[in-house]
Every structure is written in C-alpha cells, then in structure tokens.
T-cell receptor, first 114, second 114 residues
Framework: AQSVTQPDIHITVSEGASLELRCNYS??????LFWYVQSPGQGLQLLLK??????LVQGIKGFEAEFKRSQSSFNLRKPSVHWSDAAEYFC????????????FGKGTMLLVSP | EAGVAQSPRYKIIEKRQSVAFWCNPI?????LYWYQQILGQGPKLLIQ????????DSQLPKDRFSAERLKGVDSTLKIQPAKLEDSAVYLC????????????FGEGSRLTVL
C-alpha cells in the first residue's frame, strides 16, 4: 500500500525567506506525486504534479518540487515566501495503474512571520 | 467553468442523528470522490465513483455511511447514525477520468457531532 510522510507538522518562515517542505513516500514503483495547498475554510488546490520526465517540476504561485527517486522524496520549495502563502500543504501519491486514487500525507502548516 | 459544489458548508448534529451531504462535480468529470478530513490529518478517501459505479469503497464504514451517485452526476453522502468521531470536513472532488490526474476539490462540508 502506498503512504506519504510529511515529517513537519508546523513550519514558520519569515516573509521573503526561502521555504522547503519535506515529503517522503512509500510505493513499490514510481508513483504520480502531487502537492496541494489548503487555505482555511477552503478546499484543496493543486500546486504542482510529477508524472514523468524532468524531475524538477514547476507549479503555480512560484512553487517548485523535485522528485528524487533514490530518496523517495518530493520536497516542495519556494525561493521567497509571501505572507499569502500561509496555509496547509499536503503531499499526495497516486498509483500509475488501475482505478488509482490519491493518498495524502498529514499536511504541514506553514506560518509566515513578518 | 464552475467548480465542485458542495452543500451544506456547515452542519451541527447530535450523535445518533443522521446527516446528508450533496456534491455536484465539474461538468463532464466522470470520476467523483468523497474524502474525510479529520482535524490535523490529511484527507482520507471514503469512496470513489466512476460514472455511477463504485470503484473503491474499502475505507467507507458501511454500517453507518452510504453514498450514491445517481445518473453519474450528483452525489450524496449520508451518515446514519452519526458518532462523535465523525466530526470532520467532508470533501468532494472530481476528475476527468480514472487514471490519476488532477483532482478538483470543493470547499467541503464541515460536520460537528455533539
């Protein structure tokens, strides 16, 4: 069974500083990988996804993520955080076959300090 | 393009009462998902429909939860009788097909069971 680990429950970053949110997955092969963001009281919005090809993927709002097969990781990064980035971030993994669905991590809450 | 619509946004009930949530997916999306998101956790899949057929309900507590997707469009999730541990946000999502791709989420229905 696939699983996702997001080791950081909360992260606080100063506005303008860089950000890296960690994500490790467990899956027998190369999965599909996603990062979603959830603002308070809102649904989840897709930031970016990895299906194949270039292991560095670009997403919306200036986010990027790098797939590292050897480390089973898909960490999310942003070079300069804005106060509006404060939200909860979820990493998700999906299988490449069948009626696959997404398995989510427990999320990382990002707090942005002035 | 209209997004995934859910109602009600908030519901408070007493334990042992029943509740129903409604979801209208994005037009043309064949796959519909119901996720349960307990506070502090990532979304957990309850049930996945492909058109009006169920493709995964392995994590649906079938003694109290039921879901249907009549005519392959709208869906209803019902809980009867509710327990305290059912307090959560119920997220509906839809996608174009069955292979893992982008899921589009509604804003969720927040249930509080007293």
């Amino acid at each position: 069974a696939q699983s996702v680990t997001q080791p950081d429950i909360h992260i606080t970053v100063s506005e303008g500083a860089s950000l890296e949110l960690r994500c490790n997955y467990s899956y027998g092969a190369t999965p599909y990988l996603f990062w979603y963001v959830q603002s308070p009281g809102q649904g989840l919005q897709l930031l970016l996804k990895y299906f194949s090809g270039d292991t560095l993927v670009q997403g919306i709002k200036g986010f990027e993520a790098e797939f590292k097969r050897s480390q089973s990781s898909f960490n999310l990064r942003k070079p300069s955080v804005h106060w509006s980035d404060a939200a909860e971030y979820f990493c998700a993994v999906g299988a490449r076959s069948g009626y696959s669905t997404l398995t989510f991590g427990k999320g990382t809450m990002l707090l942005v300090s002035p | 393009e209209a997004g995934v619509a859910q109602s009600p946004r908030y519901k408070i009930i007493e334990k042992r009462q029943s509740v129903a949530f409604w979801c209208n997916p994005i037009s043309g999306h064949a796959t519909l998902y119901w996720y349960q998101q307990i506070l502090g956790q990532g979304p957990k899949l309850l049930i996945q429909f492909q058109n009006n057929g169920v493709v995964d309900d392995s994590q649906l507590p079938k003694d109290r939860f039921s879901a249907e997707r009549l005519k392959g469009v709208d869906s209803t999730l019902k809980i009867q009788p509710a327990k305290l541990e059912d307090s959560a946000v119920y997220l509906c999502a839809s996608s174009l097909g069955t292979s893992t791709g982008e899921l589009f989420f509604g804003e969720g229905s927040r249930l509080t069971v007293l």
